[in-house]
């Protein structure tokens, strides 16, 4: 989902690690990436909050609406922002635990 809506790929994972397995996904070509794990011995249930959100820009308005339409191809859920701020230039998506991604068609800072 995330790799599809973002433009990201596997990067690496790891299996029963001390009782975790994950996966890691980005760009080889980025100093970050997002890491998603599982834990064996203690389920742990996602806890999303509204305003727990990762923000990306994306300053030239074709590349942003190119990226919110594979946001909804990947199978994110477009909602309404908690923080209105949000609304204004960008749009937030949902995944199917909850947790909210906030694409601005601004450039940072």
Request: glycine share 10%; aromatic share 14%; proline share 6%.
């Amino acid at each position: 989902m995330y790799c599809t809506g973002l433009g990201l790929e596997q990067i690496a994972q790891f299996a029963d690690h001390a009782g975790f397995s994950g996966v890691m996904v980005g760009r080889r070509d980025l100093g970050w990436h997002l890491e998603f794990t599982l834990c064996h011995h203690h389920p742990v249930k996602p806890s999303p909050g509204e305003e727990d959100l990762l923000v990306l820009y994306y300053p030239e308005a074709a590349e942003w609406r190119e990226q919110c339409a594979k946001m909804l191809t990947a199978g994110f859920a477009p909602v309404s922002a908690f923080n209105p701020y949000w609304n204004v230039n960008g749009k937030t998506f949902v995944d199917g635990d909850g947790y909210r991604v906030v694409l601005q068609n601004r450039s940072w800072p």
